[in-house]
């Protein structure tokens, strides 16, 4: 067989044009050239013509949102700096004086501060609401509701939110719903298709999932992310292209990494509940949990094993211990697990809500939420399940000393 000349192996030189590199190269450059005057007034003319200047966009930014949108369902997506960015260029996008937000109950601490301290300073409101109960949710709306902010998985209790009712609702409202998917994934929830108008995750925890990089994402149709680029690049909110780079190279990994650790999660949660140190285990995985069966419906099962095919509840699994912050502290020093205020890592990890995200919860909402200084918040990571046991074990039985 001969070749053509365009296969001939030596016509290729030394240079890599035109051929395909096994990862995207990472583009570090602040500014392209423009080479002529007319050129660059019409790469400036509208975003998307051209990379011009980085704050602008850049094209591992522009790889990265295509994964996300993609991961997602959704045909447009924003990386921002922080998980926080995402949010604030929502708030920002849409929002103005006199709106109202509705917000669960049950969020990340500083996604409060930003909707109820620093939105007050712009004249927004927020309504903090109970979203597990539709009626109690249905009351919190007012005629200026314009955003309803909820989590998939709440942190500690790992709540589940019912998306689509939640999501029929802010629509008869005139509303829009954002989902933060960040203690999910698109691998275990993709809320866009259960009715959410957009979601957002920290890609700083499980999406990226090597604790290296700090990174948020938003995703939604066109017509509702249509202001996003303009919030995103006028308030300056945007992503630099390493971290951009290393958090599409997490995501390639991410559904074995989800799944692997949901597995473990589950054996994990069971074998806390059989603990006599272990007074509550909080994980929708176990019959126990009030949102069990409604997990199974807006939470995926695994793909990896379609023979086997078993629902995933998330890595997350919070528990409390009999002798309180002391147990904590004690069982944080016998193990080999260490105490990160963080989630989503490849390894597993502690944290403790009362003296970290939970922090500044006032005393009665603590009680109501079912955390003391015994609660304990675990991430799992993609070690063995015999791992993760045999190290919680190993610091259960410090407890006894
Ligand atoms: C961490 C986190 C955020 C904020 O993300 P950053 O990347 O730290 O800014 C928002 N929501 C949830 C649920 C989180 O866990």
Not at 9 to 15: E, T
Not at 101 to 119: H, I, N, P, R
């Amino acid at each position: 067989m001969s070749l053509s000349n365009d296969n001939d192996p030596k016509a290729v030189g030394r240079g890599s044009a035109g051929r395909r590199p096994s990862s995207p190269p990472i583009q570090l450059a602040t500014v392209h050239a423009c080479r002529t005057t007319s050129e660059a007034d019409y790469l400036l003319e509208e975003p998307g013509r051209g990379y011009v200047y980085q704050r602008d966009g850049h094209p591992n930014a522009d790889d990265l949102a295509r994964s996300c949108a993609e991961l997602h369902g959704g045909e447009e997506a924003s990386i921002t700096s922080s998980g926080m960015a995402a949010l604030a260029s929502v708030v920002l996008a849409h929002l103005t004086q006199g709106d109202h937000v509705v917000a669960s109950e049950q969020l990340y601490g500083k996604t409060f501060s930003l909707l109820e301290s620093e939105g007050a300073r712009f004249g927004i409101e927020c309504t903090r609401t109970d979203i597990n109960d539709l009626e109690t949710f249905r009351s919190a709306f007012r005629p200026n509701t314009k955003l309803v902010v909820i989590e998939t998985i709440s942190n500690p209790q790992l709540r589940v939110a019912q998306i689509d009712a939640l999501a029929r609702i802010s629509r008869e409202a005139g509303a829009l719903l954002l989902v933060d998917n960040t203690f999910a994934t698109p691998a275990v929830c993709q809320p866009l298709t259960l009715g959410a108008d957009l979601v957002m995750e920290s890609l700083t925890k499980l999406m990226n999932g090597h604790g290296d990089v700090t990174l948020g994402c938003v995703v939604g149709a066109a017509a509702v992310m249509s202001r996003m680029h303009d919030v995103v690049t006028t308030w300056g909110l945007g992503a630099d292209p390493f971290s951009c780079w290393l958090a599409g190279r997490g995501l390639k990994t991410l559904s074995l990494r989800v799944e692997q650790a949901n597995r473990t999660a589950l054996q994990v949660a069971e074998f806390l509940d059989s603990q006599a140190a272990v007074t509550q285990v909080d994980f929708p995985g176990l019959v126990s949990h009030p949102d069990h069966d409604l997990a199974k419906r807006i939470l995926r099962e695994t793909t990896l094993d379609a023979r086997n095919s078993a629902s995933l509840f998330g890595n997350m699994v919070t528990f409390r211990l009999a002798g309180g912050e002391q147990s904590a502290d004690r069982l944080f020093a016998s193990t080999d697990i260490p105490f990160f205020p963080s989630l989503g890592d490849t390894s597993t990890s502690f944290s403790h809500p009362v003296s970290t995200s939970h922090r500044r919860i006032a005393p009665e909402m603590r009680q109501r939420l079912g955390i003391d200084g015994g609660t304990v918040r675990l991430s799992v990571g993609i070690e063995s399940s015999e791992w993760v046991i045999q190290a919680l074990g190993k610091g259960l039985v410090a407890l006894d000393d």
